[in-house]
């Protein structure tokens, strides 16, 4: 057996030296690995994600590419497997946007305020609604009009931000309302690549 493969014993503490860094660890600091004679990597988790991550780095550019054209190639795969995606870890999103804007209120200020001013048709959209549902004209429903969700805040999504179109809306969870606006920044992206081509 290898040096590394050695324990020693530290205050009743078993450990291993890493074949990379030459650290003694304790085992919990290094992955499994069946065939090996301890049954752990003879690197440690440290070396092994830098190992990884300059792996990535040297292939980056190449892997990049890769995502893209998969991307082009089957757009309608890439949706619903982020479609899925977001039905999987909807709670665990919803959970962790709210905590993000309890710990995040002056940022969340700042930003509305300048996007207020950037685009006033949203809000003025926003508020005809809100103003709707409080004079009874329009009623929020209980689920999301797309996954059925009764989770968290039920949103109005509009398509359209002409003033006739105002409370023609879409009922949406947070989630399935950031999916929506997420592919209309893509297909406008995707939109302004064609006209560059």
């Not at 078993?14 to 085992?27: F, M």
Request: include cysteine; glycine fraction near 4%; hydrophobic fraction near 30%.
């Amino acid at each position: 057996m290898s040096a590394n493969k050695v324990p020693r014993t530290v205050d009743g503490v078993v450990q291993w030296r890493c074949s990379r860094c030459k650290d003694w660890k304790k085992a919990d600091e290094f992955y499994t690995h069946r065939a090996g004679p301890n049954g752990l990597r003879s690197a440690c988790k440290v070396c092994l994600r830098k190992c990884a991550g300059a792996q990535y780095q040297k292939a980056r550019d190449k892997n990049l590419e890769y995502a893209r054209q998969y991307r082009r190639e089957f757009p309608e795969r890439v949706r619903k497997a982020n479609a899925d995606h977001h039905q999987r870890n909807k709670a665990k999103r919803l959970n962790a946007n709210a905590e993000w804007r309890e710990a995040n209120t002056d940022h969340l200020r700042s930003y509305r305020r300048s996007h207020m001013e950037e685009h006033p048709e949203t809000y003025a959209a926003r508020a005809a609604v809100n103003n709707a549902i409080r004079a009874g004209k329009l009623v929020r429903p209980a689920e999301c009009d797309v996954c059925g969700t009764t989770a968290g805040r039920i949103n109005g999504h509009h398509d359209s931000y002409e003033k006739d179109r105002w409370l023609v809306v879409t009922w949406m969870c947070d989630t399935c309302h950031a999916f929506t606006h997420a592919r209309r920044k893509e297909q406008a992206n995707a939109a302004k690549q064609h006209r560059m081509d």
